[in-house]
């Protein structure tokens, strides 16, 4: 395990201010002055004509995440509409999300950077990948949960040895992530800044792979729909096709399309700001939430996607059309087959469109 020795700094997606490689987990210290949290994004001095995708940690500690399978779904495909449609479930990585790429990732960078745990504030798939690599690395996870987390999700965390403190409410969680990380020597795994910025850069790169992947899979498709809370995952993968667009491999980016169980992206577009607070209630709960960030802004701009609502019932309803093929998935993964209804009804996407959902959780733990 080791650094990529390629990686060379680490660039703001708001002022573009290049800084040298290290831990952030507040983003941008200019931005963030300045009142606007920004992620930093990685930054490789690749030699001409180098088209392998390039992550922060070479040979990070492992479970086995990643190379998940890409579905055909022929029948889907025909009901919804559109041209072709792939089902990509990450519901196959070790701990049943694709949070586990993320976790590979930043759970070695922490144990490289000297960290002996790590911190982070989840009451889900995030926190039980985390505590899982946490155990695989010999650190310590520290998870705040909120006190309504799923009884399997808290289980699971447990059995992987991580120590919990659970808070009334989501946002409590963020001071007590924030005083382990500033003055208590743990490595952030989750954001604790409100308003909010995408994890650590180093994590989210575990995301590009899926682009890889797809690539490989479908060749180059229309368009991705993908369900989203801070947008950590629709980055990861919109940097995964740039990395490809960059090398030549592909003419253009496919559009991303950011699933949400309630406007808060539109909202922030809106008002040219990611920085509101946009609070609903929802059963969808891995993409619940009131904030929303700056790099989920940047993906759909840079990409030409679009955020798409899906309701608790329109999502509860898509779960049952992927349950009668023998699929399982989380609320919040099922809304991306509604996201797709919405999109072709709204002209976005038509006959000839290639989709890709992300299916992100089985819901096994929910
Ligand atoms: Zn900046």
Known sequence: MQMNPRLSGLRCIRCEA??????????CPQCLQAGHPASLACHYDLAAGHTAMALPV???????????????????????????????????????SHKDRMAAQLVSRARLAGASRVAA????????????????????ADIAITRNCPPLQREAMQRFGARLTAFDDSLGRWPYVADLCRNQGAFA????????????????????????EIFDTCGLPTDIVVPTARGDLLWGILLGWQHLLTAGLIPQLPRLHAVEPYARLSRAHAAGDARGQWEGATDQYSIAGGTTTLQSLQALARSGGSPVEVSDAAAAQAQQRLEHMGLATELSSAAALAAVTRLRRAGQLDAESAVVLILTSDGRRG
């Open 18 to 27: 290049l800084l040298p490689p290290g831990d952030y987990p507040e983003g």
């Open 58 to 96: 070479l040979n990070p500690v492992t479970l086995g995440e990643g190379a998940t399978p890409c579905l055909d779904a022929a029948a889907l495909a025909q009901a919804e509409g559109v041209g072709r449609l792939w089902l990509k479930c990450e519901s196959a990585n070790p701990t049943g």
């Open 121 to 140: 504030a989840s009451s889900g798939n995030a926190g039980v990948s985390l505590a899982a690599y946490c155990a695989a690395a010999g650190l310590q």
């Open 189 to 212: 795994g989750t954001n604790y800044l409100n308003p909010p910025v995408g994890t650590h850069p180093y994590g989210v790169e575990g995301y590009k792979p899926i682009a890889q």
